[in-house]
Each structure stands twice: as structure tokens, then as C-alpha cells.
């Protein structure tokens, strides 16, 4: 009985709609032998279900017909039968013997025999997707041709062949690095360099298999030897994620891989390797520049070496940041080892200089490389060094504006410990100051401006010279007042340059002729400079403010000093 | 999930099957207006900010995955978010202005509570954020703290703090206050948005980060050789930025507060901030680079944040001269277009040209320092209290126009330049500082911009309410970062016939942080 009824639970648990398009339906089977399919079967699927009817003709039968009800009397007890056949087939021998007593096995084969059905028939009748699964364009593999497919089944055995011998190799691997011994030879056993160079052909043509059966794409790192023995962290993105970035999928890889050996923090060549690879992708990760930093000074790697690489990429990517932290903690820890030989110092100095110097002829106002600059000199103390100097010069003679260049100029003249004091402020007068030094750059600054009188580099250069060597800034009221003609005069007036307007009239507010200095700023708001009109009224407002907070007041600011 | 599938499967940009692809294909089909001008039509007419068409613009950014060009800001994703719901949030009316016409909110509700987890997620164990889900570390379960013997492993400091970075703690932290679920009846809701976040942690590792001469590294690094290393350049940026999570996080607490945290060193910072003033008289990143708007803002910012006073106080911000002051404006306002032009544009730097950013930066550092006054500054915030004379020092009409009809560009956002193709960043700032500069008529209405932390001043309120609550809690000995557990452990007590509640607790559960 028991038999009997799941036999008899089972159709309506598999009744499903007739599901494949594709199939060719043979007109209904009344009968247990009857029609043979009338088509030669095109497609995998076709053949399967063709095969699937021939060997199961009654299971055929009833789902054409919809429910094993609509049989006749002989059909319905041959699908018993049948059912009974397959579902004790899966069974042990003994427990199947059990189940079926010799009488009612007897019954069930001789009902069978009557018939095509066989007992190593198909189990399930065959679907399109589930049996054979898609291919890499997502098609049904039952949809292929009889010939194509098989051309698939070939590339399947040959990948599991490459996969079996795959695994093999890395199981001597394994070995080696236990130190086993072989079996047959009692030598410890050794992966040559044969081997491994057959591996690599191996994973190559494995990943174009990989790729061509099921579009499983083989990152570099998972087909490469070198990688063997991580496993690669995949990144799992939570929910409500935003900015997600659409990145190729070796970036993915290769991130995977990092984050793997960040967490036992190897460092380690592959590591750095790793790390390069990244960078080409992606030069702007933080993360992965420590890492690289943290691999160099562990491995105690030429750090010469690291600084001839960076150049490539920082020449390769102008606007990033990181590549400059990089090479400040690159001469940081550099610097130590050549401190004590002047030669190698200057050597070194040269070395960078010629560097920068390449780089800004890219891009002359860098403001990454022209921070790095200004640090090299403090840290390499080139503050003698005329070659500096000189190549400053030579960018403010290409371009009077690059305000860069004149900034790095004030930092170069001003900021020696020679003359300067220590915990200054750029904007605070010094009075250690030379005289010299001073009238040099005061000088500098006035033959530039001449080459282009509304150019305001040169006249905040001249300006915060005055203001750190102490001096009014009366001292070039003759020089100013070069650029400014008949102020005031409606019809005669004519201004070379506003930035002249404007500190002249500060230096009339220095001397406290607070009505020529209310001129200055009135004529830049109503004519000359307009657009900032909104500043020189404040900057009048300030003046009457000031006027009324006494005389001394305006004297005060600039005599700090 | 979508993440995934697009970053196993291609290796070009892929819009996907994102609803907003449509409008990414319409938008490619519009090439760029020679002169990017949106109202060729009637050049008479004043310009205004087109809100639907800004709001299609940022609806792609938040669906669809990014293209491929933003790969350099896989590290900085939080960025990225903190520009694309900043942004939305500025157009986005608040529930009480809304009208029978105004459209659906580009961020559900539900929406906001999925990625306020997002957010979350980047907590690192002891503080501070990370900037990309990617560099999370423990990760996905994989125990990474199972490395036993590692030297530099102890229980407060586990390895891979150098995940955690200065920059994306902000954002972080202004993305949860921006992800606020405005339309919750419950009138507690703005103060849980910082539920989950490690107070004291973070601001105990914030400390860490600063230098012997206050200035701030980004993150902290194990260098061999070196040991603990603060990472990073000499850089203005992460001093605002240490000024602003210390603003967001500490809170009015002195020592002996219950929800008390040592401090970061104040003076030290504003001194290093002030020695970073130029002989131009501007800002650099420190005190031997060129003076830069960025960085101006920054260190204005920040003193801004540190004590609002200070700013009101001429002898305390520049200690030589007043007028220094006054002249940093000088480096700072600068005039792009034909003379007599009626348009204003900003640069970041002497003798460069205009950038849409440099609005921000300049027009940011003028608004903190009170000479920037929107149209329609009712006196609220930073520029309280402000001396009358203190006018607007930029013709904001000018100002507004350039950003209108040349940075503006067709497809909704802001481009670098005049004519160059949007993106987040530029056009996050254009709307930053058009929500500073305020709005014309009712049709181009933003949320009122704060100069200070960079997020609406309506956010400036969540953020403050959030902070008392976690400053409450935090004084209450209660770790926010366990929720959960610590319910368990109230659960617990209870059951154990506690009752009345108090005396009866185990003296090893405080030992535990409960």
C-alpha cells in the first residue's frame, strides 16, 4: 500500500503547465506503444524530450493528456507501475526487495516489459534552463544544436582535464612546502620551473574556458601562480548604498586581494606589485599608498628605486595628491641615510630639482608640487643653493604671473634660517632681516612690474617685503606714484595699474593724509576697479574709522617692527 | 546588491537597468549650449536657478551607478554621497513649505533609513569613518583581529586604524544629520540621527590625529620602522574639518561632565591656522606655500567653528595689523569678463582663471567672516551680531548671474568652467553658494546654506539636538554602539527580579561598559 499511495500523491504534485515553446508536440498518445516522434530533434532539449517519451511513455502520456484520471484503465496502471519502478530504483537493493514483495515486483516487470518503458529511462522530464543551464550569454545550453553542443561537452571535459591536473600542481606545492617526500622516488618532492611555467598555460587556457562556457571571468590575480595561497576578500555593499561607482571588474579584483593580505599585513613584492597594479587603476587611493609605503619600509626596499618609479606615475597623473604625501615619506626616510654626506645631499638635491622642474614645465602652478618644493628645501636645506634661485627666475621670466613661482621666491629669500627668525610669520616684520636682501627683492619686484603694470603678483611681492623687512611702505611712493597720473583730474587721469592705486593709498594713510587716501579708494570704487567697489567703500569706512580713533593709530600698524 | 553585479560584470560604464538610464541617454543627446546660457530666449530677464532641472540631475546621481571616470573617488565615496544628498536636500523644500505641486521627495523616507545604515556601516570599531565601503575592515565576518602575537594590538587599539580618515568622518557625520526623516511626527526623531555613532571614540582618535604644531593628519598609519605615524600633508583642509567634527561631536561639556572627552589642543591649532597667513595675505596650506582660497576658507572656517567671537575681534585673528584682514579679501575677490561686465566671478589663487568651486570657497570665507550677506539674511546664524558696517563685499546680483549663465549647464548641474560638463563636486558648490547668496523670487527658493559646516542651516539645527542627545548618553556611561545588547542586558536585570531598578546591578557589568 504504501507504494501505492505516493505513487498516487505524486501526480498532483508534479502537474505543471506544459512549459517548453520550443518543443514540437506530437499528437496525444491514447495508447502505451503508439506514436514514434515524427521529427528529427534539433535542439538538445528536442532530443531529450523526445527521449524522455520513448522511455517513459506512460508519465509521457499522462502529462499530454493532463492527469493520470483522463487515462484508460491499462495506461493508468502501467504509469503505476512505471512510477513504482523509478522511485524503488533509487532505492538500495535490500531496502528495495523490502518495500516490493517478489509477487508485486514480478507483476510491476511484466507489466513494464509489455511496454517501450524502460527502468534506466530519464527520471525527470527534461526543461529548458534548469536542465543544462545557460550559457555566458544567459541562452539555454538546451537551445544549442546537436553538433554544437557537443563541441561544448568537448571544452568541458578538456577544462575539468586542465582543472584535474590544475589541482595536482597545486598539490605539490603543498608538498614542497611541507617537505614531503615522494612516494616512488623517496626524493622531497620539487615543483620545477617547468611546472610552473606549464601552470601558467594551464590557468590561461582555463580561464579562457572559464570564460567561454560560462562567462566567469579569471581576474589576473586568481589565474595567476603567484597569488596561490589567498583567498581574495570579496566586498559586500549593505543596503541604501550611495555613489556606487561603476568600476571594472579587475579593480574589484584586485581590491579583493588587497583587502586580504591588509588583513594578516603582509608585506610583501607581490604586496608592492599589488599595490602598482591598483594605482594604474585608481592613483588616487589613500589606503593603498600607506600599504605601498609600509611594504617599502619593511622590506627595506632602494628607496632611490621607489622615487625613479613615482616619477612615471606622478608625470602620468598631474592633479593627484597622494603621489606627493608618497614622496615626502620617501624622503623622510631617505634622508637620514645621506644626511651626513654633503656630496650625496647636493647629488640627491639635483636629483629632485631636475625633477620638479620637468614636472612643472607641465603644469607651472602645481599647487601639489610646489608644496613639495617648498618642503624639499627646508628639508634638504637648499637655501644657498643659486640653482633654486635661479630656476625660480627663470619661470618668472617665462610667465611674469606665475604667482606660484613668486610665491616660492618669498619662501626661498625669506625663510632662511640664515637671516630669518625662527616662528616668524610670513606676514610679520623681522629684524633680522638684511637690508640688502630686502632692497634686492624690492628692486626684483619693480623691474617685473614694469613688464606688466596690472600684473598683482609683483606687487604683493613688494608689498610683503616691505612688511617683513620692517620698512614703510612710503619707501616707494616715487615708484607707485610712476602708475598714477593726475589722480582726481576727471579729464587727465590715467591709472597704469589699480594695485598702484591701492597702495598708494595706503601709503597715504601711513602718513596719515587720510583725504589722499579716501581719493585713492574712491576713484577705484567709482572708475577703476568697479567690480570691487563693495571692498574700497569698506576699505573708506575703515580709513574714517580710524581717522577718528586718532592720529597715532594708522603710524602704529606699520612701525610693528 | 546592484553595486556588485555591476562591478563583477563589465568593464565599461554601465548605466544598468536604473530607471534614471533614459534621462542619462536623453542627456547625452543635448550636447552642451556654446555659451551654456539657459535663457537665450529672453536675455532680459533676470537669471534663475531651474530647480526641476537641477533635481533630474542629481536623479541620476543617485540611482545610477557612477561612470567609470569617478574610479579616482572609489576611496572618497562618502564625499560623493555627502554631495549628492547635500545637494538634493538644498532643492528639496523642508515639510512645512511644501505645496499640493511640489514634487515627491527625490529621498524616501524609507530610502533615508537604508542609507543612514549605509552610512553607519563605515564606523570604524574605535572611531572615526572610513570613506568606502570597500576598505571596512573587520570585514564581511573574516575575522581579521585573529592574527595573534601581532605586535601593536591591544584591546583599545585594534590594527587597521588607518582605515579610519578625518575627511569622511565629517561626511559622514553630516550625512546622518542630512538623512534626517524630517516627515517623522515623533518630534524626537531629528535627535536620534546620531544614534550608533561612537561619540567618544571618534573624538578620542580625532585627538590623535594632531601634530606638535596643531595642524591635523588625515588618518593614522603603522609604518614599520616608525610605529604610529599620523598620515597626511600639511594641509588647512583637515584643520576645518578637526574644527567641525569637534563642533558636530563634543558639544558645551567641561572636564568633570559626565559626557566629558579630552579635548583636542584649541590654541595650538588657531595658532598653527594663523601662522599659515601669506605675505599676500591669504592662506596657504601652511606657512611656506602660496596663498589659496581653499585654504582661506578653511582657516576661516575653522576659527569660525573653534569660538564664534573670535572673527568679531580684529586683534585676536591677525595679531600684526588689522588691515591684513581686510587685505586677505584682496587675494581673494577677483573679476572674470569684460570690463564694466556685470558678472563676478572667483578664482582660487593670484593670476588664475574662475572656477565654480572658488564661489564656494571665496564666497564661504566672506559669509563666515560676515561680508557676505544673502538677500534674504534675516540675521541668523554665524553673522549674528555682527557690526552694521559689516556690508556684503561682493555684488551677490553679479556673483549670481556668472554662476546662472555660465557655470550653469543644460543638463541641470554645475560645470568646473564656462561650458564644461557637470559634475558632483561643481555642481554641489554652485548650489552651496546659492543657497549662501540667497534667491531671487519664490521660483528658485533653496534651502539657506551654512557657511560654517557646509550643510543647510536647518541641518545646522538637527545636528545640534542629535548632539545633546548623544552628549546625555554618552554622560550616562551607556555605549550607543550596542544598542541591541545593551537592551538584552536592561532584559536581563529585569528578569532577574531587579525590579525597582538601581542597586541591584552587577558591579561587573559596568566593568563590561553597560
Given at each position: 500500500m504504501p507504494p501505492k499511495s505516493k505513487a498516487a500523491t505524486k501526480p498532483s504534485k508534479s502537474l505543471f503547465p506544459p512549459t517548453n515553446p520550443t518543443t514540437t508536440t506530437t499528437t496525444s498518445i491514447q495508447t502505451t506503444s503508439s506514436s514514434e516522434p515524427s521529427t528529427e530533434p534539433t535542439t538538445v532539449l528536442e532530443r531529450s524530450q523526445q527521449r524522455y517519451e520513448k522511455t517513459r511513455p506512460f508519465e509521457a502520456a499522462r502529462q499530454k493528456q493532463g492527469g493520470s484520471s483522463k487515462l484508460s484503465k491499462e495506461d493508468q496502471k502501467g504509469w503505476i507501475c512505471d512510477q513504482l519502478l523509478h522511485l524503488t530504483n533509487r532505492l538500495p537493493q535490500a531496502s528495495r526487495s523490502r518495500l516490493l514483495g517478489p509477487k508485486a515486483s514480478k507483476e510491476i516487470w511484466w507489466t513494464i516489459n509489455g511496454t517501450n518503458s524502460i527502468d534506466r529511462g530519464l527520471t525527470k522530464k527534461p526543461k529548458p534552463h534548469s536542465t543544462w543551464g545557460t550559457d555566458r550569454n544567459g541562452h539555454d545550453v538546451g537551445s544549442y544544436t546537436i553538433e554544437r553542443f557537443d563541441e561544448r561537452i568537448k571544452k568541458r571535459t578538456a577544462l575539468t582535464a586542465l582543472l584535474v591536473s590544475s589541482r595536482v600542481f597545486r598539490e605539490n606545492v603543498e608538498r614542497e612546502k611541507r617537505g614531503d617526500l615522494d612516494a616512488r622516488s623517496g626524493c622531497p618532492v620539487i615543483v620545477t620551473e617547468r611546472?610552473?611555467?606549464?601552470?601558467?598555460?594551464r590557468r590561461s587556457k582555463m580561464a579562457a574556458l572559464k570564460k567561454e562556457l560560462?562567462?566567469?571571468?579569471?581576474?589576473?590575480?586568481?589565474?595567476?601562480?603567484?597569488?596561490?595561497?589567498?583567498?581574495?576578500?570579496?566586498?559586500?555593499?549593505p543596503e541604501g548604498a550611495l555613489a556606487a561607482i561603476a568600476y571594472p571588474a579587475d579593480y574589484a579584483e584586485a581590491m579583493s586581494y588587497l583587502r586580504a593580505v591588509m588583513a594578516t599585513k603582509e608585506y610583501s613584492h607581490r604586496c608592492l606589485r599589488l599595490t602598482q597594479h591598483i594605482i594604474a587603476m585608481n592613483p588616487a587611493h589613500y589606503t593603498v599608498w600607506l600599504y605601498r609605503a609600509a611594504c617599502i619600509f619593511a622590506l627595506k626596499l632602494s628607496i632611490p628605486d621607489e622615487i625613479e618609479w613615482?616619477?612615471?606615475?606622478?608625470?602620468?597623473?598631474?592633479?593627484?595628491y597622494q603621489i606627493w604625501h608618497h614622496r615626502h615619506l620617501l624622503v623622510e626616510h631617505y634622508y637620514p641615510t645621506i644626511a651626513s654626506d654633503p656630496e650625496a645631499l647636493a647629488q640627491f638635491a639635483k636629483q629632485e630639482r631636475d625633477f620638479l622642474i620637468a614636472i612643472l614645465s607641465e603644469d607651472t602652478k602645481n599647487y601639489h608640487v610646489w608644496s613639495y618644493r617648498s618642503w624639499l628645501v627646508g628639508k634638504l636645506g637648499m637655501w644657498e643653493d643659486q640653482e633654486e634661485l635661479k630656476s625660480i627666475e627663470a619661470l618668472i621670466d617665462e610667465d611674469v604671473r606665475n604667482n606660484s613661482a613668486w610665491s616660492h621666491r618669498f619662501f626661498l629669500v625669506f625663510s632662511n634660517p640664515e637671516y630669518s627668525t625662527p616662528g616668524k610669520g610670513a606676514t610679520e616684520a623681522d629684524p633680522k632681516c638684511p637690508q640688502h636682501i630686502v632692497d634686492r627683492e624690492v628692486q626684483y619686484a619693480q623691474q617685473k612690474t614694469y613688464l606688466a603694470p596690472q600684473n598683482q603678483s609683483p606687487w604683493n611681492y613688494m608689498r610683503g617685503v616691505l612688511v617683513k623687512g620692517g620698512q614703510?611702505?612710503?619707501?616707494?611712493?616715487?615708484?607707485?606714484?610712476?602708475?598714477?597720473?593726475?589722480?582726481?583730474?576727471?579729464?587727465?587721469?590715467?591709472?597704469?595699474?589699480?594695485?598702484a592705486l591701492d597702495l598708494l593709498a595706503e601709503i597715504y594713510a601711513e602718513k596719515g593724509e587720510t583725504e589722499k587716501a579716501d581719493l585713492c579708494l574712491r576713484r577705484l570704487a567709482d572708475k577703476w576697479d568697479k567690480i570691487r567697489a563693495g571692498y574700497w567703500n569698506w576699505r573708506r569706512q575703515c580709513l574714517q574709522s580710524e581717522k577718528k580713533a586718532g592720529p597715532e593709530q594708522p603710524g602704529e600698524e606699520v612701525t610693528v617692527a | 546588491m546592484a553595486t556588485d553585479d555591476n562591478t563583477n560584470t563589465e568593464s565599461q560604464p554601465v548605466l544598468g537597468d536604473q530607471p534614471s538610464q533614459v534621462q542619462f541617454q536623453q542627456n547625452e543627446q543635448q550636447q552642451p549650449p556654446p555659451k551654456s546660457s539657459l535663457n537665450q530666449d529672453e536675455p532680459e530677464e533676470e537669471p534663475y536657478l531651474d530647480i526641476p532641472r537641477h533635481l533630474r540631475y542629481w536623479k541620476m546621481c543617485i540611482r545610477a551607478p557612477l561612470p567609470h571616470v569617478y574610479l579616482s573617488n572609489e576611496s572618497s565615496r562618502l564625499a560623493l554621497a555627502y554631495f549628492i544628498v547635500n545637494s538634493i536636500t538644498i532643492l528639496t523644500p523642508p515639510p512645512s513649505q511644501r505645496t499640493a505641486d511640489t514634487p515627491e521627495p527625490?529621498?524616501?523616507?524609507?530610502?533615508?533609513?537604508?542609507?543612514?545604515?549605509?552610512v553607519l556601516h563605515h564606523q570604524h570599531p574605535t572611531g572615526g569613518f572610513v570613506g568606502t565601503s570597500s576598505m571596512v575592515f573587520p570585514l564581511n565576518g573574516h575575522n581579521t583581529y585573529n592574527s595573534s602575537g601581532k605586535e601593536g594590538t591591544s584591546e583599545d587599539e585594534p590594527e587597521h586604524h588607518g582605515l579610519a580618515n578625518i575627511s569622511y568622518t565629517l561626511f559622514a557625520l553630516q550625512l546622518l544629520a542630512l538623512l534626517a526623516d524630517e516627515e517623522d511626527e515623533d518630534p524626537e526623531a531629528a535627535e536620534k540621527v546620531f544614534e550608533g555613532v561612537n561619540r567618544k571614540g571618534t573624538l578620542r582618535w580625532l585627538k590623535s590625529l594632531q601634530r606638535e604644531d596643531g595642524s591635523f593628519g588625515e588618518a593614522l598609519s603603522d609604518l614599520p620602522g616608525y610605529g604610529r605615524f599620523i598620515a597626511g600633508g600639511y594641509d588647512m583642509r583637515y584643520c576645518y574639518i578637526a574644527t567641525a567634527i569637534r563642533w558636530i561631536l563634543r558639544g558645551d561639556v567641561r572636564e568633570g561632565d559626565p559626557g566629558w572627552v579630552e579635548d583636542i589642543d584649541v590654541e595650538r591649532l588657531r595658532g598653527y591656522i594663523l601662522s599659515s597667513q601669506t605675505y599676500d595675505r591669504g592662506f596657504a596650506g601652511n606657512s611656506q606655500d602660496e596663498a589659496h582660497a581653499g585654504y582661506a576658507y578653511c582657516a576661516i572656517a575653522a576659527l569660525t567653528l573653534l569660538d564664534q567671537d573670535d572673527l568679531d575681534d580684529p586683534n585676536f585673528l591677525l595679531p600684526p595689523t588689522p588691515s591684513d584682514l581686510l587685505c586677505c579679501l584682496d587675494a581673494l575677490t577677483k573679476e572674470k569678463g569684460p570690463q564694466g561686465a556685470v558678472e563676478v566671478a572667483f578664482n582660487g589663487r593670484t593670476n588664475k582663471t574662475a572656477d565654480t568651486c572658488y564661489f564656494w570657497w571665496v564666497g564661504g570665507a566672506l559669509a563666515n567672516l560676515g561680508w557676505l550677506q544673502g538677500y534674504d539674511n534675516d540675521g541668523e546664524g554665524p553673522s549674528n551680531g555682527q557690526p552694521p558696517q559689516k556690508e556684503s563685499l561682493v555684488d551677490r546680483a553679479s556673483a549670481r548671474r556668472f554662476l546662472l549663465t555660465k557655470m550653469q549647464h543644460r543638463i541641470g548641474g554645475f560645470g568646473k568652467s564656462p561650458g564644461s560638463p557637470p559634475d558632483l563636486y561643481h555642481s554641489f558648490f554652485g548650489l552651496a553658494v546659492l543657497g549662501l547668496l540667497g534667491h531671487e523670487g519664490e521660483r528658485d527658493k533653496l534651502r539657506r546654506f551654512d557657511a560654517g559646516l557646509a550643510v543647510p542651516k536647518d541641518v545646522v539645527?538637527?545636528?545640534?539636538?542629535?548632539?545633546?542627545?548623544?552628549v546625555e548618553r554618552d554622560g550616562l556611561g551607556k555605549s550607543?554602539?550596542?544598542?541591541?545588547?545593551?537592551?538584552l542586558v536592561e532584559m536581563g536585570l529585569e528578569l532577574r527580579g531587579g525590579g525597582g531598578g538601581g542597586g541591584e546591578r552587577p558591579k561587573w557589568l559596568g566593568e563590561c561598559g553597560y
Open positions: 611546472e610552473i611555467d606549464d601552470e601558467r598555460v560560462y562567462g566567469e571571468i579569471t581576474g589576473k590575480l586568481a589565474g595567476s601562480v603567484e597569488w596561490e595561497d589567498v583567498v581574495p576578500i570579496p566586498h559586500e555593499e613615482l616619477n612615471e606615475v606622478a608625470l602620468a597623473n598631474l592633479k593627484n614703510k611702505l612710503a619707501s616707494v611712493h616715487a615708484f607707485v606714484e610712476e602708475f598714477v597720473v593726475k589722480l582726481g583730474d576727471e579729464t587727465g587721469e590715467e591709472i597704469r595699474s589699480t594695485h | 527625490l529621498i524616501s523616507r524609507e530610502d533615508k533609513k537604508l542609507m543612514r545604515k549605509w539645527g538637527v545636528i545640534e539636538k542629535a548632539r545633546k542627545r548623544l550607543e554602539i550596542d544598542d541591541g545588547r545593551e537592551g
